[in-house]
Nanobody, 120 residues
Framework: QVQLVESGGGLVQSGGSLRLSCAAS????????MGWYRQAPGKQRELVATITSGGITNYADFVKGRFTISRDNAKNTVLLQMNSLKPEDTADYYCNAVRTNALGYQNNYWGQGTQVGVSS
């Protein structure tokens, strides 16, 4: 029922750009804290960027000035605009949605990922 579907991944040259999209369904999207994470082969998943339900953003140091996270609550989507891509950005990128209710229970959902490759 709950689905997060990423799209927009692909292969680009160093310095290129990609825009990742995450379409959410089955949740009240506007209530969720959204984020993008990535995982390179053989490495642990790491946070890339987050955006609160109110639109406050936060970025990992390694993407500041290059990536922009945004959300469109009317379309139930969260975007990650990636510019000036580097080979180190090569990874599977995952969309995340999380919400903590009044009782302290946390709903946490993940997409299946979209692959980004950046050649040198």
């Amino acid at each position: 029922q709950v689905q997060l579907v990423e799209s927009g991944g692909g292969l680009v040259q160093s310095g290129g750009s990609l825009r990742l999209s995450c379409a959410a369904s089955g949740i009240i999207f506007r209530l969720y804290f959204m984020g993008w994470y990535r995982q390179a082969p053989g490495k642990q998943r790491e946070l890339v960027a987050t955006i609160t339900s109110g639109g406050i953003t936060n970025y990992a140091d390694f993407v500041k000035g290059r990536f922009t996270i945004s959300r469109d609550n009317a379309k139930n989507t969260v975007l990650l605009q990636m510019n000036s891509l580097k080979p180190e950005d090569t990874a599977d990128y995952y969309c995340n949605a999380v919400r903590t209710n009044a009782l302290g229970y946390q709903n946490n959902y993940w997409g299946q990922g979209t692959q980004v490759g950046v050649s040198s």
